[in-house]
């Protein structure tokens, strides 16, 4: 039977890999026959010989068997043509690792200190650099050559991705390692020149589909850093560039009162299923009429593009708000991603006025003010006190709580001066406060690792640094207490396994997290940043023990504590 049909991504258009690691025959027959536990092995396996020789044997293996190879021949055809997943990569020690980063005199607890010692460690694990016959044979690799060494997440993660690369450069920077910033940088920057975005990840598979947009950032924490003023003259237009892929490629017009806003959401304009979870989609589809079948692949890439796959985030106004099959990514303007690229569009203003461009400085200014009024008049809810997801089918919010809904708070994305209180409102009527473990993904259970009871560490940053940036102490306060349940969960389950987890069960007592389409991950780069950041910002009042973190306020007079009090019982 032959796999589905899809239109390549221009930018594998004539690329022979694309047909093996990407969609045709040869990919639709291995990952059916269910030869490993884990598609995506599959596709990070290297070629022994060129693309177009496995294709013409694979050809004339199929046709002897009427396109239906047995599981054993399809193996001993694997085990000829390919070799073993991970062969492309070699580990690598930072250069610029060093034993004692100042961040650690910074931890009162000693216990605490010792852990952040060991993440600190784990950079040097996480390091890997690619070997250079990637680059002199890339049609033999799924792997997307990089110039530069990098940390990977971890587990089955063992390129680089996107919106984890920031939060692992936030622990790098901490870790006093701005030549590995620099590095992966200038890798994601090398990525924009080549195809126009960054790609989800470092693999042709990957192409399709960006990730959540963070690199404007990136390069501001790196600048901050270093005030390496040059590096950022010198890449500037392909930052612009990258903003440019998401204002051409995925925009959507929303009328409110009368007015046309322009805002931005996930979009993959290619249907086929996942390479790296190509059986569970294939078999998705089979659920659906044939002529819905390819608009639900590119809603699951849609969903892998977000960062959030998968969630009930992209189920809600389904048919069925609990099966993936009801995915509807692109039908929603998420609050995230616009302040996101808020955030980015202030930045390239910045930094434009710093390199002396007054005219593009200008017009990053406009695009700006132009998404706050957007943000403002769609994505905004008075009455609750936060934003939210909107529903372009249904021309509605999606109220149910996302740490997401937050996202503006971080970004420094909004102009009401009173959106930090009414946020907090928004927490505590939400119930998010009572969970002493950290925040929930949601408050859904439908079996996607996007939902409760998972919660990850990019969205404790999310809430916490939105909330600790404002002026109010008592929004300081509960960022401190949230980041001090984290600090606990993580400190908890690493004295138990060892290991620092990709997301985390916080439904009873904090465990590793689970559900969604393969096994939690050890590693794990963005947990490893965000822990740090929190050690970084309050290493001198975090504790490793039970004891309840506001009965020591180091920061607060007595009389703000017991007005905190009520609030803060629930903890």
């Avoid at 991970?86 to 005199?105: F, N």
Wanted: glycine content about 6%.
């Amino acid at each position: 039977m032959l796999g589905p049909r899809q239109q390549p991504h221009v930018a594998e258009a004539g690329m022979v890999p694309s047909q093996i690691y990407c969609h045709g025959e040869l990919l639709h027959q291995v990952q059916m026959a269910r030869l490993y536990r884990d598609d995506k092995q599959f596709v990070d396996m290297p070629l022994s010989s060129a693309p177009d020789q496995v294709l013409q044997d694979f050809c004339e293996l199929a046709a002897a068997h009427k396109h239906h190879i047995p599981p054993q021949q399809l193996q001993a055809f694997i085990q000829k043509h390919f070799q073993a997943a991970g062969q492309e990569l070699l580990s690598w020690t930072p250069e610029d690792w060093k034993d004692s980063p100042r961040l650690l005199q910074k931890i009162s607890d000693p216990k605490l200190r010792a852990w952040a010692g060991q993440l600190h460690q784990l950079w040097k694990k996480l390091g890997k650099k690619v070997k250079p016959e990637v680059l002199s044979h890339p049609e033999q690799f799924s792997l997307i050559y990089s110039a530069h060494p990098f940390i990977v997440p971890g587990g089955r993660f063992v390129e680089f991705y996107y919106w984890d690369s920031y939060w692992v450069m936030e622990g790098l920077l901490l870790s006093e390692m701005p030549q590995t910033v620099k590095g992966m940088l200038q890798n994601f920057l090398d990525l924009v020149r080549l195809y126009g975005h960054v790609p989800n990840g470092a693999r042709v598979y990957y192409l399709q589909r960006s990730q959540p947009p963070l690199l404007t950032l990136m390069m501001d924490r790196y600048v901050t850093h270093t005030n390496d003023t040059a590096f950022l003259r010198d890449n500037i237009e392909t930052l612009a560039l990258e903003l440019d892929f998401w204002m051409e490629n995925r925009t959507i017009s929303v009328s409110s009162g009368g007015q046309s806003y322009v805002l931005n959401h996930y979009a993959v304009p290619y249907g086929g299923p996942r390479p790296e979870a190509y059986s569970k989609d294939f078999e998705l589809a089979d659920t659906l009429p044939e002529e819905d079948r390819v608009a639900l692949w590119a809603e699951l890439k849609a969903g892998a593009e977000s960062g959030w796959d998968f969630s009930s985030r992209w189920l809600v106004g389904g048919p069925n708000s609990t099966s993936l099959s009801s995915i509807r990514t692109s039908k929603f303007v998420p609050v995230d991603l616009n302040a996101f690229l808020c955030q980015a569009e202030a930045l390239m203003s910045n930094f434009y006025s710093r390199l002396g461009n007054d005219i593009q400085a200008t017009k990053y200014r406009n695009l700006k003010q132009q998404r706050l009024a957007a943000m403002r008049a769609i994505l905004w809810d008075e009455e609750k006190g936060a934003w939210f997801d909107y529903d372009l089918e249904n021309g509605k919010k999606n109220l149910e709580f996302y740490p997401s809904n937050l996202t503006p708070l971080w970004s420094g994305c909004f102009s009401d001066p009173d959106a930090v209180d009414k946020a907090l409102k928004y927490l505590e009527d939400s119930q998010i406060l009572t969970y002493q473990y950290g925040i929930p993904t949601s408050l859904q259970k439908t079996g996607q690792q996007w939902d409760f009871p998972n919660a990850w560490a990019p969205l404790q940053d999310l809430v916490i640094r939105g909330l600790a940036k404002s002026p109010s102490p008592r929004a300081q306060e509960v960022a401190f207490q949230l980041a001090q349940n984290w600090i606990r969960t993580n400190f908890e389950v690493y004295s138990q396994k060892s290991a620092m987890f990709e997301k985390y069960d916080i439904s009873n007592g904090g465990q590793p997290g689970g559900g969604g389409e393969y096994e939690v991950q050890e590693g794990f780069g963005w947990t490893n940043g965000v822990v740090l950041m929190l050690l970084d910002r309050y290493g001198d009042r975090l504790t490793s023990g039970t004891q309840t973190a506001f009965l020591e306020p180091h920061c607060l007079t007595a009389a703000l504590l017991l007005s905190l009090l009520p609030s803060l019982l629930p903890w």
